[in-house]
């Protein structure tokens, strides 16, 4: 059975720091990852899809790699800013739809 | 058009009553998946239709719970005997046609059974 581990739980930046959120999964043939972003009391936003044959993808100041065949995949996010205060989730797919998501970091940029 | 819509956004009920929850997908998606998510944690697969059809329903905790989708559009969520431990957060969301697009999910239902 698939397990997503996301590392570390919660995080509290200051405004304009890089930094890097990890993901890890134990099996790697999945067909594609996403990184979501979740507000409190809301739904989820999609930030990045990446395909199994991808190594990375970038959006704006997001950028999300993969490793599929070590199980990891990254978020970085350049230059943080408070608006970007959310719990950003990892989830991955299988070929029949299977979605497991991780738990989350909680990332609070500091103003 | 429009996101992905769920109603209600709350509901309250006490236990042992059915309930239903309803997804309005993006026109012209597809694929329609739900999750349950618990405080503090990700969303947990339940049931992923196809159309019509439910492509894959392991997720589904036990028997209480069942989907439907009978035109392809529109889904409803249905829970019988609702127990205390079924409180949780309910997400809906549909991609184009599956795995391979992007899910957009609606703002979830959040059930409470007293």
């Known amino acids: 059975k698939q397990e997503v581990t996301q590392i570390p739980a919660a995080l509290s930046v200051p405004e304009g720091e890089n930094l890097v959120l990890n993901c890890s999964f134990t099996?790697?043939?999945?067909?594609?990852l996403q990184w979501f972003r979740q507000d409190p009391g809301k739904g989820l936003t999609s930030l990045l899809l990446?395909?199994?044959?991808?190594r990375e993808q970038t959006s704006g100041r997001l950028n999300a790699s993969l490793d599929k065949s070590s199980g990891r995949s990254t978020l970085y996010i350049a230059a943080s800013q408070p608006g970007d205060s959310a719990t950003y989730l990892c989830?991955?797919?299988?070929?029949?739809?299977?979605?497991?998501f991780g738990a989350g970091t909680r990332l609070t940029v500091k103003p | 058009g429009a996101g992905v819509s769920q109603t209600p956004s709350n509901k309250v009920t006490e236990k042992g009553k059915y309930v239903e929850l309803r997804c309005d997908p993006i026109?012209?998606?597809?694929?329609l998946y739900w999750y349950r998510q618990s405080l503090g944690q990700g969303p947990e697969f339940l049931i992923y239709?196809?159309?019509?059809?439910?492509?894959?329903d392991s997720g589904l905790p036990n028997d209480r719970f069942f989907a439907v989708r009978p035109e392809g559009s529109v889904s409803t969520l249905k829970i019988q005997r609702t127990e205390r431990g079924d409180s949780a957060v309910y997400l809906c969301?549909?991609?184009?046609?599956?795995?391979?697009?992007?899910?957009?999910f609606g703002p979830g239902t959040r059930l409470t059974v007293l």
């Open positions: 969301a549909s991609s184009l046609q599956g795995a391979q697009d992007t899910q957009y």
């Open positions: 099996d790697s043939a999945i067909y594609n």
């Open positions: 990446i395909q199994s044959s991808q």
């Open positions: 989830a991955v797919c299988h070929n029949n739809n299977d979605m497991r």
């Open positions: 026109s012209g998606h597809t694929a």
């Open positions: 239709f196809q159309g019509t059809g439910a492509a894959d």
